[in-house]
DNA sequence: CTGACTATCCCCCTTTAGGGGGAATGGCGC
DNA sequence: GCGCCATTCCCCCTAAAGGGGGATAGTCAG
């Protein structure tokens, strides 16, 4: 697996000043809207403006079956692109997907190959985009710890030749496009659910912390030095208030809540 | 609690195309930097020229304890602060790291409380990172699925006032800092360990999901219609997979690797 | 002082999870 | 075709979690 060649341009000398001013003009505009209507005619406009023929700002979930509400997908691929993606759940593996697991940065889905090692599955797809029209493109990776992963990208129709000058200003306008997507979707779905703040006393955090490191009631009780009892009883009372039934919830809930950090568990 | 609002700039007009050209220069020079050394006094010119203080590229784990070769510790804080972080295990808990974990874009550091609900010992490291004498800064998240959580960070000594028309150029400047000291620390890594990405398959997936969101077997059976000792296996085999025994870790491992999004499971 | 909360310990019981074995089917890659 | 993997199902057993019921002692605010 080779590493991911880091590029980085604003365009030629000439025309850097021309396309900082357009992710100016996109970072602020971005920063405006209220909707997500309003981010996908600016993902719409922006790509145009960049040369480029497809978008596609996406959670890497299932959009048929989850909740959508917390979800992002501002895509204008074509249709049965998309219905074979779903379809055949490419989210998870698809090859674009995975290599953005591996880098921050924005890449060249041409470089792809240079970055993971590709299964024939994946170069399948690869493939298969193709006959569906779709060429080259770059993707701007977005995943935060504890969410859905996510992706900016920007794509080709078949044939047509990347321009990489702008993976600079690519790399901003895919970030700052996803987090406004992300906040306003997550605006949509907090509105529905009220979660009022709960805190768990000091003896309860380091019960429910060594639980989320995956030990068991006796083994919290022999590493701070208290009767297994007293642990369940901890237990007991965390789960009680976050009002849930199963270890695995009360983890959850407090790693929500910022009681704990996910880095601290693993 | 509040949302994280994006801002971005590259300067003051007249400024701005000397500020892209800095980053194009630091761009350039990280991408040729052959050791985290190199990396290191890039970072060093790169915060003398932008007025900062400070600089610090991490990985928010324990760097006395974990194998130091695939993680990142590049900063200049004063020594007393260092050794209390370590000493407190802060990496995993503190204000800044835990806002890195809710955005993708750079921010300030004052801004943080509008970004995640502080716990009253989160805002005691505020106070306690000032009586150290590190005051406002910027911070870059830096966070890979199934990878250590990240950042880059500039700060100013404590009374000074945060300029914020460079945080787009910080936004590039950190993110490409980080890849190439990553880059460079996975290399000399990678003789000696190799970690790679897992996946789970479909249906370990659906089973995950539903035991995250507190099913039993017995239940997560009968809402996907198969029969329990299959959910087992499948969850037997997921747990194999992460090389975890607990159910808790098994679910906790697939919302880091960002198979599962946390707000799917509450 | 009283009531609320915390932390500690003890008993009972049922359900669930985890650790061992197996086996049959179908798809995909080499 | 052969091997690997995903998916489905079956058996065994022990360990752990969850749902009840208690008790004692300390702190802290009203």
Known sequence: ??????????????????TFRLVQ?????AN???????????????????????????????????NKASSVRLENYPKPWVEKFLEKKMYSW???????YATNLAFAW????DMI????RQQDVLRSALDEGIGDGITVPANLPGEANGSCSFALRRGKTLRREYIGAIQLIGSFAFQSARNLALEAARST????????????????????RGKSDWEIATILGIKEDTVTQHLDSARERYGVAKRVQLI?????????????LL
Chains 1, 2 share one sequence.
């Not at 981010?39 to 790509?47: F, T």
């Not at 959850?252 to 601290?264: E, K, S």
């Open 1 to 18: 697996m080779g590493q991911a060649l880091a590029s980085f341009s604003f365009g030629v000398q000439e025309e850097s000043l021309q």
């Open 25 to 29: 003009q996109f970072v602020d505009a």
């Open 32 to 66: 405006r809207a209220s909707t997500l209507q309003q981010v996908e005619l600016l993902l719409e406009q922006i790509s145009l403006e960049m040369g480029f023929d497809y978008y596609a700002l996406i959670h890497h979930v299932d959009h048929r079956a989850r």
């Open 94 to 100: 698809d090859p674009i997907h995975v290599a953005s």
């Open 110 to 113: 041409s470089d792809v190959p």
């Open 117 to 120: 090692t590709l299964t024939k």
């Open 193 to 212: 659910a009220t979660t009022g703040r709960v805190d768990l006393s000091p003896r309860q955090l380091d019960c429910v912390l060594l639980a989320g």
């Open 252 to 264: 959850l809930r407090a790693v929500h809540a910022g009681q704990i950090a996910l880095t601290d």
